[in-house]
């Protein structure tokens, strides 16, 4: 058992820290900026609370951070009260964050200067990934820290790997987004021709997604897709973040990446018909406006 801060309670976050309790057994503390998100977890798991990061990380041998974007991480953990001010030396600061691997960076190299360990660690696999703990973990950062992060990380993961230096995680997740945005675009523009055409939908997936054709998506969401129901899942306003740190580090890099620039577009005609908070698969919705 290890003690553990948990910073961020959204609709990752409260399910994460709750398996971090529950199925690793560790003594945790959380910190969410509506105190009384943070209670409503404490009651539920029988667990802790603090007022701010810095007394939540207090003592702990684990912090963990799952918030918005990158102000609001930098906010948690070098801000006024932030965690990195009440964290220990030999402790280890793991975030969970759909970052920029530019604060990942920063962050690694700030808490090196407390004597404090750093893993960049993004998830994917979405709210329901993360109520049933089997998310998938890109971590950046040294060998050895990850190594005493990954057992108790394992506590909300199926998959946890280590990319490479401290930054590795996040570009893996951008990675992630890049493949899923193409994915969901072209089973959007499949399901709209098959529609168009006459085609009792069901049939044609219960063959092609068999085939070359077949992924997660297409399992998971072309039952709600045709229904015309996108009221859940990773909101495309949460995409639309993602993408843009895509589109960042891609000018960054020099990496060309035509169709990701062009499903991000697509994405804000979703936003302009009121679609903010719909589930990514709503591509199907411009299409058929």
Request: a neutral charge; glycine letters at 14%; proline letters at 3%.
């Amino acid at each position: 058992m290890a003690k553990v801060a948990f910073i961020g309670l959204g609709v990752m976050g409260f399910p994460m820290a709750g398996h971090l309790k529950t199925k690793g057994g560790h003594d945790v503390t959380v910190y969410n900026r509506t105190a009384e998100k943070a209670a409503a977890w404490a009651e539920k798991f029988s667990g802790k609370s603090a007022p701010t990061p810095a007394e939540a990380a207090a003592g702990a041998d684990f912090v963990f951070v799952c918030v918005g974007n990158d102000e609001d991480l930098r906010s948690v953990t070098s801000g006024e009260n932030g965690a990195l001010h009440g964290m220990k030396p030999g402790s280890v600061l793991i975030d969970n964050t759909t970052a920029s691997a530019e604060v990942a960076r920063e962050l690694y190299a700030a808490a090196k200067e407390k004597g404090i360990d750093f893993i960049d660690a993004p998830v994917s696999g979405g709210q329901a990934g993360a109520e049933n703990g089997v998310l998938t973990v890109m971590c950046g950062g040294d060998a050895a820290v990850f190594e005493r992060a990954r057992p108790v990380i394992d506590a909300y993961a199926r998959m946890v790997g280590l990319m490479g230096p401290a930054g590795s995680g996040q570009l893996t997740k951008m990675i992630n987004q890049i493949c899923i945005a193409g994915l969901v675009q072209g089973l959007a523009e499949g399901l709209h021709f098959g529609k168009s055409a006459g085609l009792d939908i069901e049939k044609v997936v219960e063959v092609i997604s068999k085939g070359a054709a077949g992924s997660w998506q297409m399992e998971n969401r072309h039952k709600t897709m045709n229904a015309g129901k996108y009221d859940f899942g990773f909101a495309v306003d949460w995409m639309r973040k993602d993408l843009g740190i895509v589109l960042t580090e891609a000018r960054r890099n020099g990496a060309k990446l035509p169709v990701t620039a062009l499903v991000d577009q697509f994405y804000g005609d979703v936003q302009a018909m009121g679609g903010n908070r719909w589930d990514t698969s709503s591509l199907l919705a411009r299409l058929e406006k």
